[in-house]
C-alpha cells in the first residue's frame, strides 16, 4: 500500500469537519505518538472539501484537495487568519538589506506557471512537496495491505456403503425318468396239443423264473456359481475453486 493523506479534525477550528492532509504537509513524532500538520493555516482549512468515510475519493475530489494546498495565497495571508497547527522548524525573520548594497531595479519577480495535471497523466511523484516522505519528518512508516491466502482442507462429506440382499424366486426344471415293469402274457403256441419226449416235460412247482426290475429317480439339488462381479472403487475429481475478494 502507499500512503497518500492524513485524516485531520479540524474541531478545533471548524467543529465537525474532517478534511485530507497530504502526508508530505505532516511531521510524525514517534516519541510523543503525535501527528503535525505542517503550515496548515485555517484559510485552507475552511477552502478544503469536507471528507466522511461515505464519500467516494476519486481524481476529481483529490484535485479540489491539491489545489488548495498548491495554492499559495492561503499560505500568505493575515497573521490572525495564517495560525498553522505545527511548523517543522521556528520561522526565521528575514535578514535586512544594508543600505550600502544597491537595488537592483530592473529585477522582475516571476511566478513559476502551476504545471497542469489531467487524469490520465497524473503521478503522485509530480508533487514531493505534497506527497514526498523523507526521513526527518516521518522517520519509518509501516504500510500495511491485504492479500488473499488460498488453502484448502480435507473433510469428511459423506461415505458409501455397498451391500447385497438376495433375492428368491422358484424355479422348475424337469427331468425324464425310466421305470421297468414285468407284463406277464399267456399265448397259445403254434404247436400247441403236440406231443413232447418223455422226460422233457419239467412239473416241478416254485420259481421258475426271476426278473430285476429297474427304475430311475430323479436327484434335484441346488449349487451356487458366479453370476457376475461388482468392483467399487473411488476415482478422485479435480476442479479449480476461483474466488473473489476486495483487499486494501
Known amino acids: 500500500g502507499h500512503l497518500r493523506y492524513l485524516i485531520v479534525d479540524l474541531g478545533f477550528w471548524i467543529f465537525g469537519k474532517k478534511v485530507l492532509l497530504p502526508v508530505g504537509r505532516s511531521r510524525i513524532d514517534y ?46 495571508t493575515s497573521a490572525d487568519r495564517s495560525t498553522s497547527l505545527e511548523t517543522s522548524t521556528p520561522l526565521e525573520s528575514r535578514t535586512p538589506l544594508e543600505a550600502s548594497t544597491p537595488l537592483d531595479t530592473s529585477y522582475k519577480t516571476t511566478t ?42 480435507r473433510q469428511k462429506t459423506g461415505e458409501v456403503a455397498v451391500g447385497k440382499h438376495v433375492e428368491t424366486e422358484t424355479a422348475r426344471v424337469a427331468v425324464p425318468v425310466e421305470r421297468e415293469r414285468v407284463v406277464i402274457e399267456r399265448v397259445t403256441p403254434d404247436d400247441a396239443g403236440r406231443s413232447v419226449a418223455p422226460g422233457t416235460a419239467d412239473f416241478r412247482e416254485g420259481e421258475v423264473a426271476r426278473v430285476e426290475l429297474h427304475e430311475e429317480t430323479p436327484d434335484i439339488r441346488k449349487e451356487a456359481f458366479v453370476r457376475e462381479e461388482v468392483r467399487v472403487q473411488k476415482v478422485v475429481e479435480h476442479e479449480t475453486v476461483e474466488a473473489q475478494e476486495k483487499i486494501r
Do not use: C, W
Open 31 to 76: 516519541g510523543a505518538g503525535r501527528v503535525y500538520a505542517i503550515g496548515m493555516t485555517r484559510d485552507q482549512a475552511e477552502n478544503l472539501p469536507e471528507f466522511n468515510d461515505r464519500l467516494a475519493v476519486d481524481y476529481d475530489y483529490e484535485e479540489r484537495v491539491r489545489g488548495v494546498y498548491r495554492n499559495p495565497s492561503y499560505a500568505n
Open 112 to 153: 513559476p506557471a502551476t504545471p497542469t495535471y489531467t487524469r490520465d497523466t497524473y503521478n503522485y511523484e509530480q508533487e514531493p512537496a505534497l506527497f514526498g516522505i523523507n526521513e526527518q519528518d516521518h522517520q519509518t512508516l509501516r504500510l500495511y495491505e491485504e492479500r488473499l491466502i488460498a488453502n484448502k482442507r
